[in-house]
């Protein structure tokens, strides 16, 4: 923390002709303090921008608004960014952030930042990361600076954040910053950004577009005009200075505060008399003054004081004195002498951190970057060398010394090998991964031992696999054909080039190295573990070319596995999931997903990844309950949140989260998730699972609802239309086009598409409608065009759904059947799939055949049933936010000559006592005339009850006990 608190001497210079750029600083000040020049009361933020080249006075107008956020009781957050340290993840957000938790002990820090304190803490400089500790993604620690940065705001309001030099930023921070600038206004905090445009880093467009924000163009500073620079001249060397000398103290340095400002004082120094006869030696004066003439006038002061500003250069910003003198090899007397030298130049200048210590400062970067790049090339690479070993011996750790070992020549060194391969695993804990990569391939080349170099492949590999898997994908490689990789450092090479593979779609590639794998390893838990991950792999291949022979072979695997490790237990997970996905008897998928789950599942594992907890949990939910998968999915969220993991996992499980909540007929809450699911997937890349399956879950709850237009304009938005994920997803992407097409009336068209997504499915055998109800939406489609056809294939579902055995899925075809059938089986049909519907969790469907079924109860000329059946679908329909079929209820009871009474309203999660009664009776094992009698109720009222058990508690009856926690 050795960041500075005061401005820099230079930056005390009066401001001239900057009036318009101080009263919009006022301004903003007053309107952030809530006394707005135009009267208005409350708080506004904003962002306020400032562009020029270097010396034009940014600093200078900067630290004037420090000044006045400081006078009118404003916490100031500052940082710089600094030429030398622009490689430096998080540089910028701690010289912001850090002055705030200087004061404080780490138990102080812990209790202020919280569950945010394992994440931010690291990149924060607060802490150094626990060894061995999982990594987090640079979304979540994004996120996490975001609740520190926003709870300083509140706390300590009003909250002015500056950040001069914004160019020279780290790319972490900026990141930050130029996301979080849109929350300025709403959270009432004003904050100011300077850079020189010209030098803004061309992948630093964000920086570009906060520049530029909301159409609005910075304040560019204007050199100065020849008044000022008079008034300037005047000021430091008299009153007489003629307006000749003044013009051309105006023409050499074009009007540039900071080189005006120079210029003055060293005429002043040389006691230069200010008329037109010393115009020579005024130019002689401003060649000093920047360029040549400043190193010049630097080496004048003697060969000790050249080397310390060269290691004060080297450095950077805001290096103790002892450092600096021991990277430029210089005594403690000598150090002190340089610097008084330095000072009187104008060249250095001295300043106190937050700890208190003396550190050293350039008097401008534009000194700062003269003397750097005067140093001569040898000299340089030979003080950086030396300034990491000072900054690891000073205790500063491998991340600080990691810059300079970036400008080392390779040279065949451990040490930096070692040092930089420190650095990337604090980079890599502090959600900084672009750098562990800079630090791996720079120790790649150093390059290291023999028989470390796989190791560092593989460390850089990790590091690139979801920045650059196809990157990761030779490197990896590269690191398994190393002769002297040991056995276990091989194996976790194989299954880290099998995720690479994975994830660009190479999923053949990757079952084929753990094939491959497999029959070299010599211990059969290895080869146990590399059949797991090959089932993985294989089970969500598009293009896989015998999925039934797989599942057998998993299915035998299953059978004969006698212990619970953890590659045993998703080897159990895998067949628990594709038992389901088959539509093999519920109860044999849940058996297996019980079994899975003894002896927990971790959600953040990296070697062995979270896909397998997510298919266990969806398990649960296919098989009528998803109680129990919310419980996984809340346990997975808990876990990603902890870690920082914020990006693609986290968006899949909130994906499926809603997925779970659109399946119990959750719609309102489905479509929140799923959205937000959505928001992160397109926050983290185009194209990937994680979008796919947002954007089909999006759709398919957008139907639910009655929002059709909507939906088409998600499918639009996202050319669902234009091909498919070159991996398994669900809801099944062209299944759900076919869906979408069904609800437009394009039936021609949906027909085409489900039976497409049909026959690939059957190849693949999956079977199970109530993975993928196609066929059920098939035949709605064909009812018009193809009754006989529309029949057949209602039919081929329902004994599907029977095999499969969950209530809902029965329900679901039972519904579809009646609609397909013989209008005077209607009526049967539908009774039965209420019967079935009513024993599930599946509220939404349960509403579609109450109304269905009260629509044919009305059409047999039964209006008293029918009544009670569109009654009960329409209070369904309305508690799951289906308002299209809320609708359609009322309108037919409104047709039937019914006056649609008042919705009732509970609370959804909340069982009365009565239905708390029949769920006991139920657990214990009793039918429903047998809790009939038990209650003094009737067999209808207990159903009924029942049913809005099992949709609170999102279970079927197999699951109550556990849910009850009888």
């Known amino acids: 923390m050795s960041h500075v608190t005061e401005p820099r001497g230079w930056a005390s210079q009066p401001l001239l002709e900057r009036e318009s750029e101080i009263l919009a600083i006022h301004r903003a000040v007053d309107d952030l303090c809530g006394t707005s020049h135009h009267g208005a009361s409350g708080r506004r933020g904003g962002v306020l921008t400032f562009a020029g080249s270097g010396g034009i006075g940014k600093t200078t107008l900067l630290a004037e608004a420090r000044r006045h956020a400081a006078e009118r009781s404003c916490t100031v957050l500052f940082a710089r960014g600094g030429e030398q340290e622009k490689q430096v993840p998080f540089h910028v957000m701690r010289q912001l952030i850090q002055p705030a938790f200087a004061a404080m002990s780490e138990g102080e820090r812990r209790d202020v930042l919280g569950t945010w304190y394992d994440i931010v803490a690291p990149a924060l400089g607060l802490t150094a990361a626990a060894e061995g ?150 130019r002689d004066l401003a060649s000093a003054v920047k360029g040549s003439g400043l190193i010049d006038r630097l080496e004048q002061l003697g060969p000790s004081t050249v080397r310390l500003a060269w290691a004060a250069a080297v450095l950077g910003t805001a290096i103790p004195t002892g450092i600096v003198g021991s990277v430029a090899a210089l005594g403690e007397a000598q150090v002190d002498q340089a610097i008084a030298q330095l000072k009187a130049a104008r060249i250095l200048t001295v300043l106190t951190s937050v700890r208190r210590k003396e550190v050293v400062e350039f008097f401008h970067p534009l000194i700062a970057t003269a003397v750097y790049r005067s140093i001569p090339p040898g000299v340089r690479v030979a003080m950086h060398g030396m300034a990491a070993q000072a900054l690891v011996d000073d205790g500063q750790g491998a991340a600080a010394a990691a810059r300079h070992l970036l400008e080392m020549h390779p040279d065949g060194d451990p040490w930096v090998v070692q040092q930089l391969r420190q650095a990337a695993r604090e980079s890599f804990s502090a959600g900084a991964p672009d ?107 598009v293009d896989e070319e015998n999925s039934p022979a797989r599942s057998r072979l998993l299915s035998q695997f299953a059978k004969r596995i006698t212990g619970r490790g953890l590659a045993e237990r998703h080897i159990l997970g895998l067949r628990a999931w594709d038992a389901a996905m088959r539509g093999e008897p519920a109860a044999t998928a849940l058996e297996y997903a019980e079994q899975a789950l003894d002896g927990g599942m971790s959600w953040t594992d990296q070697d062995f990844g979270f896909e397998v907890p997510a298919v266990v949990a969806v398990t649960f939910m296919y098989c009528d309950q998803p109680g129990r998968a919310e419980e996984l999915f809340n346990a997975g969220i808990l876990e990603f949140e902890a870690k920082g993991w914020r990006g693609a996992h986290l968006s899949f499980v909130y994906t499926l989260l809603g997925y779970v909540r659109y399946r119990r007929g959750r719609l309102a809450e489905a479509e929140d998730f799923v959205r937000n699911g959505l928001q992160i997937a397109d926050r983290v890349g185009h194209g990937i699972p994680a979008q796919w399956y947002a954007i089909g879950t ?55 598409h489900l039976s497409a997504a049909g026959k690939r499915l059957d190849l693949r055998g999956t079977r199970n409608p109530s993975w993928s109800p196609w066929q059920l939406d098939l035949a709605l489609a064909q009812v018009a065009r193809e009754p006989e056809q529309a029949r057949a294939t209602a039919a081929e579902a329902l004994a599907r759904a029977r095999a499969f055995g969950t209530s809902s899925a029965i329900g679901h075809a039972l519904r579809v059947s009646a609609a397909a059938g013989d209008p005077a089986q209607a009526a049967t049909l539908l009774q039965e799939a209420v019967n079935h519907l009513d024993q599930s969790p599946a509220a939404c469907e349960l509403a579609h055949a109450l109304v269905d079924h009260g629509v044919a109860l009305h059409t047999l000329g039964d209006p008293h049933r029918a009544a009670q059946q569109l009654y009960r679908g329409m209070e369904a329909a309305s508690a799951c936010g289906a308002d299209a079929l809320a609708r359609r209820a009322r309108s037919q009871l409104a047709s039937a000559g019914l006056r649609p009474r008042r919705l009732h309203t509970f609370e959804q999660d909340t069982l009365t006592v009565a239905e708390i009664a029949a769920a006991r009776h139920a657990a214990l094992g009793l039918d429903n005339a047998a809790i009939a009698t038990k209650t003094n109720t009737t067999v209808q009222e207990v159903s009924e009850l029942l049913s809005a058990v099992f949709t609170k508690l999102g279970t079927d009856r197999l699951g109550l006990s556990r849910a009850l926690g009888t």
């Open 133 to 282: 500790s999982t990594a987090p993604d640079p979304q979540g620690v994004r996120d996490g600076l975001d609740w520190v940065v926003t709870h300083l705001t509140v706390r300590s309001a009003p909250v002015v954040l500056v950040l001069d030099d914004a160019h020279w930023a780290d790319a972490e921070s900026l990141a930050w910053l130029t996301a979080f600038a849109a929350r300025a206004e709403e959270l009432g905090m004003l904050i100011m950004v300077a850079c020189r445009p010209d030098e803004i880093p061309a992948d630093a467009g964000s920086l570009r577009s906060l520049m530029g924000r909301q159409g609005t163009r910075p304040h560019e500073l204007a050199p100065l005009t020849t008044s000022a620079v008079a008034r300037i001249v005047r000021d430091a060397l008299g009153q007489n200075a003629d307006d000749v000398f003044c013009r051309e103290c105006w023409a050499i340095t074009g009007g540039n505060p900071f080189e005006v400002v120079e210029l003055a004082m060293k005429g002043r120094d040389r006691e230069l008399k200010p008329h037109q006869d010393s115009i020579p030696q005024l």
């Open 435 to 541: 750098a562990a990569r800079r630090y791996l391939a720079r120790a790649l080349r150093e390059p290291p031992d023999a028989e470390d170099r796989a190791e560092v492949l593989f460390e850089l590999g990790s590091a690139n696999l979801l920045h650059d898997p196809a990157t990761t994908i030779n490197q990896l490689r590269a690191a398994l054909e190393e002769p002297q990789a040991q056995q276990p450092l091989r194996e976790a090479i194989t299954y880290r080039l099998a995720q690479a593979l994975a994830h660009t779609g190479q999923l053949a590639k990757a079952a084929g190295l753990l094939a491959d794998e497999a029959k070299k390893a010599t211990s059969a838990r290895t080869r146990l573990r590399m059949r797991a991950e090959q089932f993985k792999w294989n089970s969500v291949r």
């Open 698 to 752: 999006l759709i398919e709850t957008l139907l639910a609802r009655g929002n059709t237009d909507e939906a088409v304009q998600v499918a639009q938005a996202y050319k669902l239309e234009e091909g498919l994920p070159q991996a398994v997803v669900y809801p099944d992407p062209q299944a759900v086009r076919g869906k979408l097409l069904l609800a437009q009336g394009r039936y021609e068209e949906a027909i085409q």
